[in-house]
């Protein structure tokens, strides 16, 4: 049990966190979009993060809690690759979307 709270923990805090948010908005207003472009590209990631909640919890319960957990994990290192190298506002809203459904399967698994 503990080992499942300390690393729900630490995802939040790392992948969750404040500072990661400011980075990324840093990344956004660094390639040209208006404030309210990123406000719109944030929204829909918190968007596509509680429509996937539900969803996320029940393909745990059909496999296995591990392999949706790596596959969270592989999606991350997936769209964050994306963002990496993401210069337009589409690449960003591609990125935030990948990003909310890899958030909802790893937090609707643990």
């Not at 208006?34 to 829909?44: D, N, S, T, V």
């Not at 509680?50 to 999606?75: G, H, Q, T, Y």
């Not at 190298?85 to 990003?99: G, K, P, V, Y």
């Amino acid at each position: 049990m503990f080992r499942i709270v300390s690393v729900l923990f630490l995802f939040r805090y790392f992948l969750m966190s404040a500072p990661i948010i400011g980075m990324f908005a840093a990344f956004t207003v660094e390639s040209g979009l208006y404030p309210i472009q990123i406000g719109f590209i944030f929204a829909l990631f918190f968007l596509v993060c509680n429509l996937f909640e539900i969803p996320s919890s029940i393909i745990a319960d059909k496999f296995s809690r591990k392999k949706v957990i790596m596959v969270a994990l592989i999606f991350f290192l997936f769209c964050n690759g994306i963002f990496l190298f993401s210069q337009s506002q589409t690449a960003f809203i591609l990125h935030m979307i990948l990003a909310g459904i890899g958030v909802a399967l790893f937090s609707g698994t643990v």
